[in-house]
């Protein structure tokens, strides 16, 4: 017999397939986790753990499935069966399994596995002696330009969108000058001003691949492009506005929080990149 999880609520071999493709925890990184120490089949900080995740779901609106009496019912039933003494227990809690979509799903059940291995072995010396560090740049948010499951943030925008009335959030960020735009949760961001058509520049932002060829369209339309910081001031008194993206296509934007922008409809230039974008979609069907 092999190694056994924790997930559900019951015993499971750790090769059973158990967690869906469409598990949020994989599409998103919508979920969380701890890690506690296993000594002599006991749990250190057991509690003071659970209590931090059970926050942590809280503060992220996830149900919390099982109580603290369950889950340490469940690690020392681990240990036993895996004869493991001395390891390292991870808990892992994601909002469960629905389609991809970024809001958060209603009546679906989350997904709470543990898994118990046993403790990693490291030289003694490491504690005696020490041991070497180097320096390394903190890069954990400068990933937006990659398309990475890692979209947490991003579905707690969608999230807030949602219920707001809204379609789309439009992400911030702050410079001496103040806020300014940077894209939404999945789409690029746009507004036309006196005939040019801005969008936000590549810093840190997803190039997304409709954001391009909405700046190619718009450039054999004869329109100036520039790709530049755009400062929230500087979008609300644009003439047009408008997102892209795969699914949004070419998006009129009429309103941003309590300011109807533009004259509140769409205006002509977006309407003619609309009829660019959907002619060009036709011939580049693979």
């Known amino acids: 017999m092999g190694r056994q999880i924790f997930f559900n609520g019951g015993f499971h071999e750790e090769t059973e397939k158990l967690l869906s493709i469409q598990d949020r925890g994989l599409c998103f990184a919508d979920g969380l986790f701890e890690v506690i120490r296993c000594v002599n089949g006991r749990f250190l900080l057991f509690t003071k753990h659970i209590a931090r995740m059970r926050q942590s779901a809280a503060e992220l609106r996830m149900d919390f499935p099982h109580s603290d009496g369950e889950l340490l019912e469940a690690c020392r039933e681990l240990s036993r069966r895996n004869g493991v003494l001395d390891g390292e227990l991870y808990l892992e809690i994601t909002r469960g399994e629905a389609p991809r979509y970024h809001t958060f799903p209603e009546g679906v059940r989350p997904t ?18 020490g041991v070497r560090t180097v320096t390394f740049p903190d890069t954990r948010g400068a990933y937006c330009h990659l398309k990475t499951i890692n979209l947490l943030p991003n579905v707690l925008g969608k999230q807030h969108a949602k219920e707001k009335g809204a379609f789309e959030a439009l992400f911030t960020r702050e ?16 507004c036309i001003r006196n005939g040019v058509l801005f969008t936000p520049e590549l810093d840190n932002i997803l190039p997304g691949t409709t954001r391009h060829f909405v700046i190619q369209l718009a450039r054999e339309e004869g329109l100036e492009v520039r790709e530049q ?9 644009a003439d047009e506005h408008f997102i892209s993206s795969t699914v949004s296509e070419v998006m009129p934007v009429i309103q941003l929080d309590e300011t109807v922008l533009g004259r509140g409809a769409k205006g002509p230039l977006t309407t003619r990149l609309q009829e660019r974008y959907a002619a060009f979609k036709g011939d580049h069907l693979e």
């Open 175 to 190: 410079d001496a000058r103040g806020r300014y735009l940077t894209e939404g949760p999945s789409s690029s961001i746009f």
């Open 229 to 237: 910081r755009l400062h929230l001031q500087d979008f609300l008194e």
């Open 112 to 129: 709470f596995f543990i898994v118990l291995i046993p403790l990693r072995k490291m030289p003694e010396n490491c504690w005696s002696v």
